[in-house]
């Protein structure tokens, strides 16, 4: 069975809040990699997919999640991927024309390492994939990326 394309979906993952200044982009779809869910309820946004082992979320918050509509992915503890790769690639498979990525780039060193390179793995031609690691935007691409900056602007 094919999944719908989605134009953009939206992965909110844990660790350092965003930028204050960062208004989230409207998206089709709202994927949560874990505590990421909280992410989502501070920006009024609600979670259509919430994905990892669950140890990181507020129990009220899972339960609430529970309450609607949303898919929840539990995954065993024991497992080869991070949540947000996970998530990242619960993302990747509605077939999204943009894939934006808010958070995951503090707590554990080893989860923020690991960003790029899940990062990557979703990256496919004709796909936007970005990434707002608190006041940093990061742009993946296989294709061409076109900036919007001025000389001397830091890139």
């Known amino acids: 069975m094919d999944l719908p394309k989605r134009p953009t979906v939206l992965v909110l993952a844990g660790g350092d809040p965003p930028h204050p200044d960062l208004v ?8 949560a990699a ?3 869910a909280h992410l989502a309820v501070a920006h009024g946004r609600q979670v259509d997919v919430l994905v990892g082992d669950l140890d990181s979320i507020a129990a009220d918050a899972l ?4 309450r609607t509509d949303a898919q929840v992915e539990d995954h065993h503890p024991d497992k080869d991927a991070t949540d ?3 998530a990242l690639a619960r993302a990747a498979a509605e077939g999204p ?3 934006v990525l808010v958070g995951g780039h503090g707590g554990r060193l080893d989860h923020a390492l690991s960003v790029p390179g899940a990062l ?3 990256a496919a ?3 936007s994939v970005e990434a707002w690691l ?3 935007q990061v742009l993946v691409t296989v294709d061409e990326v076109v900036l919007d900056a001025r000389p001397g602007e830091q890139v």
């Open 34 to 36: 874990d505590s990421g």
């Open 84 to 86: 947000l790769e996970l």
């Open 125 to 127: 031609p004709g796909r």
């Open 97 to 99: 024309g943009r894939l």
């Open 63 to 66: 339960a609430a999640i529970r």
């Open 134 to 136: 608190g006041s940093a």
């Open 120 to 122: 990557a793995q979703v």
């Open 24 to 31: 989230l982009p409207e998206a089709d779809l709202v994927v």
